[in-house]
């Protein structure tokens, strides 16, 4: 009967769905750009969906914020595989390769915010007609993390450049991130569909299978990501769109597809309290392991380890941009809630940005986005305990391994 159960046609679809993008991949199979790009975004959105399950099994003897951040680091892997390929050309002297790893780090981050945090909860609210999302207690960890990692990353135009310290500081706090959220306690998820089938296993094979769907959906990400950029930008280059935008936005979108539609699965089902938690660990490691990989990979291209990344001004403005977005982000979290009209205030702040090459707009939004939060940490005594609470969870020590009083985890908790 379990074998049986195992034979779900979406998960065969699921774990099937790789395979002509794969082919193509190895040369197997030889189709048009167009639909060479296509079977790629399929293969990812299989890989996608083959995560999403395994990381709701991998409750079942993880914490749940353990398991979101392992999958948040699985789903991000596209964007690393393109990000430090571009680092990895810089180091070998490559100009322009150094501004477009720059620009796709700062595109991936922004996008995350201000598409998938916002989508998450919009939807959410459309399909329940609840007002706001609330995240559980323990995610203070991911709040007060990613605080520390942004006011860091505020250093870094100050500097003008990408070095090993932002590799020691970012890579230490990803670490300690990892373990603190390793501590937290194990609790039973409720598990539907594939995941249910999954589940039902003895634990042995459960252990093994999920494992094997984490190792699968990992290798087909690594596979086909950076492919399926190049083939995006490939298909760009025919309408004259610039190298730049392409790099920025259209790969990451691609990059950021399987977060964005666990995220997005795990929301229409209702579980949105996952589905933006995975968002928000993704934008962690992200923000702190990405960025600081990129000069470790510049250098041991043959830059060096005492040279850095430098940057011109370009590359200070977005990174100042998406740094202030980032502090908004956290200000709007600091509560463990995200209302409707904060969301509807992030996507329209992220959609306002295109369309402007001038750096003066760019740095307005950018004080727009710090003018926002400093209102909301100014006169939102709320927002400032909680955010005094978060930092406790980075600093205090074994505070990550006791859970304290908050919604029962695994469910999404909203208020009339």
């Given at each position: 009967?379990?074998?049986?159960?195992?034979?779900?046609?979406?998960?065969?679809?699921?774990?099937?769905?790789?395979?002509?993008?794969?082919?193509?991949?190895?040369?197997?199979?030889?189709?048009?750009?167009?639909?060479?790009?296509?079977?790629?975004?399929?293969?990812?959105?299989?890989?996608?969906?083959?995560?999403?399950?395994?990381?709701?099994?991998?409750?079942?003897?993880?914490?749940?914020?353990?398991?979101?951040?392992?999958?948040?680091?699985?789903?991000?892997?596209?964007?690393?595989?393109?990000?430090?390929?571009?680092?990895?050309?810089?180091?070998?002297?490559?100009?322009?390769?150094?501004?477009?790893?720059?620009?796709?780090?700062?595109?991936?981050?922004?996008?995350?915010?201000?598409?998938?945090?916002?989508?998450?909860?919009?939807?959410?609210?459309?399909?329940?007609?609840?007002?706001?999302?609330?995240?559980?207690?323990?995610?203070?960890?991911?709040?007060?993390?990613?605080?520390?990692?942004?006011?860091?990353?505020?250093?870094?135009?100050?500097?003008?450049?990408?070095?090993?310290?932002?590799?020691?500081?970012?890579?230490?706090?990803?670490?300690?991130?990892?373990?603190?959220?390793?501590?937290?306690?194990?609790?039973?998820?409720?598990?539907?569909?594939?995941?249910?089938?999954?589940?039902?296993?003895?634990?042995?094979?459960?252990?093994?299978?999920?494992?094997?769907?984490?190792?699968?959906?990992?290798?087909?990400?690594?596979?086909?990501?950076?492919?399926?950029?190049?083939g995006l930008q490939e298909i760009g280059d025919e309408f004259g769109?610039?190298?730049?935008?392409?790099?920025?936005?259209?790969?990451?979108?691609?990059?950021?597809?399987?977060?964005?539609?666990?995220?997005?699965?795990?929301?229409?089902?209702?579980?949105?309290?996952?589905?933006?938690?995975?968002?928000?660990?993704?934008?962690?490691?992200?923000?702190?392991?990405?960025?600081?990989?990129?000069?470790?990979?510049?250098?041991?291209?043959?830059?060096?380890?005492?040279?850095?990344?430098?940057?011109?001004?370009?590359?200070?403005?977005?990174?100042?941009?998406?740094?202030?977005?980032?502090?908004?982000?956290?200000?709007?979290?600091?509560?463990?809630?995200?209302?409707?009209?904060?969301?509807?205030?992030?996507?329209?702040?992220?959609?306002?940005?295109?369309?402007?090459?001038?750096?003066?707009?760019?740095?307005?939004?950018?004080?727009?986005?710090?003018?926002?939060?400093?209102?909301?940490?100014?006169?939102?005594?709320?927002?400032?305990?909680?955010?005094?609470?978060?930092?406790?969870?980075?600093?205090?020590?074994?505070?990550?391994?006791?859970?304290?009083?908050?919604?029962?985890?695994?469910?999404?908790?909203?208020?009339?």
């Amino acid at each position: 009967m379990q074998r049986q159960s195992l034979l779900r046609p979406s998960l065969i679809l699921a774990v099937a769905s790789p395979l002509p993008g794969l082919a193509v991949r190895f040369d197997l199979l030889h189709v048009p750009l167009v639909l060479e790009t296509t079977l790629y975004g399929v293969a990812i959105l299989g890989a996608a969906f083959v995560l999403s399950w395994a990381a709701e099994v991998a409750q079942l003897d993880i914490s749940q914020t353990l398991a979101i951040a392992v999958l948040a680091l699985i789903a991000v892997l596209p964007e690393y595989a393109v990000d430090l390929f571009l680092a990895f050309r810089a180091g070998q002297g490559d100009e322009e390769a150094r501004h477009l790893a720059v620009a796709n780090m700062t595109g991936a981050n922004r996008l995350l915010i201000g598409i998938g945090w916002a989508a998450v909860v919009l939807i959410f609210a459309m399909k329940t007609g609840r007002r706001r999302v609330e995240l559980r207690t323990e995610q203070r960890t991911d709040v007060g993390f990613l605080l520390v990692a942004t006011l860091w990353a505020f250093t870094i135009p100050l500097r003008r450049e990408l070095s090993v310290l932002d590799l020691g500081v970012l890579g230490t706090m990803f670490v300690f991130y990892i373990v603190r959220a390793a501590r937290e306690e194990v609790e039973e998820p409720d598990l539907i569909g594939a995941a249910a089938a999954i589940g039902a296993l003895p634990r042995r094979a459960r252990r093994v299978t999920t494992l094997v769907l984490f190792l699968i959906s990992a290798a087909v990400i690594l596979t086909v990501a950076e492919a399926f950029a190049e083939g995006l930008q490939e298909i760009g280059d025919e309408f004259g769109i610039s190298k730049f935008l392409l790099i920025q936005w259209v790969a990451p979108l691609a990059s950021e597809a399987p977060e964005m539609i666990i995220a997005i699965l795990f929301t229409l089902r209702l579980k949105a309290q996952a589905g933006l938690g995975t968002l928000i660990s993704s934008k962690v490691n992200q923000w702190t392991l990405l960025v600081g990989t990129l000069p470790l990979v510049f250098s041991l291209a043959g830059a060096g380890l005492d040279t850095p990344m430098e940057m011109d001004g370009r590359q200070v403005e977005e990174v100042f941009l998406t740094a202030a977005q980032s502090l908004f982000a956290v200000a709007v979290i600091a509560n463990l809630t995200v209302a409707r009209w904060e969301a509807v205030v992030l996507l329209v702040l992220f959609l306002g940005q295109f369309g402007f090459e001038d750096s003066t707009i760019r740095y307005v939004f950018a004080f727009v986005y710090l003018g926002l939060a400093v209102f909301m940490f100014v006169f939102n005594k709320g927002v400032r305990l909680n955010l005094v609470r978060s930092l406790a969870y980075v600093f205090t020590p074994n505070r990550g391994a006791r859970r304290p009083p908050g919604p029962p985890r695994g469910r999404t908790i909203e208020p009339g």
